[in-house]
């Protein structure tokens, strides 16, 4: 089973923020393969499904982005996971607008939710999708940049990237990327 964890924020207020992305492509991903978010546990908002005849279990944890790492290894030691066993989709302004990157271990590169994740799990060894959302502007507080919604030049390459992000997910979920 892969455990497919969207980052970003509970309350309708961030609902369409930058910092959400991680939540859009999980919602994205409840239409393509028709599975329900109706589970609450966890600290998250759940859905069990398949993607490509491979068991999922999509996460939204509602402990806001800063504390992720407590949902994801409730997850993980409740169902003996491992943390290769995650793939975490979340926000980065290092990477423009509309572009993803994919790895696998790392570090947090200032990303508070994967810092918290790692902090939690006691490792880096899990994927990541990360997709762009660009830079602030020059003398704006990237906190603020993160948390303003998306406006609307930015849709299209928004959509774009989550396209491609759920490509990405159904590769690592399927084994055809699977760096293990």
Known sequence: M????GLGNPDKEYQDTRHNIGFLVIDEITTRYKIDL?????????????IHSENVLLVKPLTYMNRSGK?????????????????????DIDIPLGKI???FKGG?????GIRSIIEY????????IRIGIGRPFEGEDPSEYVLKRIADYEYES??????KAVEEIEKIVSGEDNRL
């Open 2 to 5: 892969k455990v497919i964890v």
């Open 38 to 50: 109706n589970i609450k546990r966890f600290c998250s908002l759940l859905g069990e499904g398949e």
């Open 71 to 91: 949902a994801v290894k409730s997850i993980l030691d409740t169902l003996n996971l491992l943390s290769r066993d995650i793939i975490v989709i979340h926000d």
């Open 101 to 103: 990157k994919k790895k």
């Open 108 to 112: 947090d590169a200032g990303h508070k």
């Open 121 to 128: 799990i006691g490792t880096g060894d899990f994927f990541r």
């Open 158 to 163: 928004i959509r774009g990237s989550i396209d």
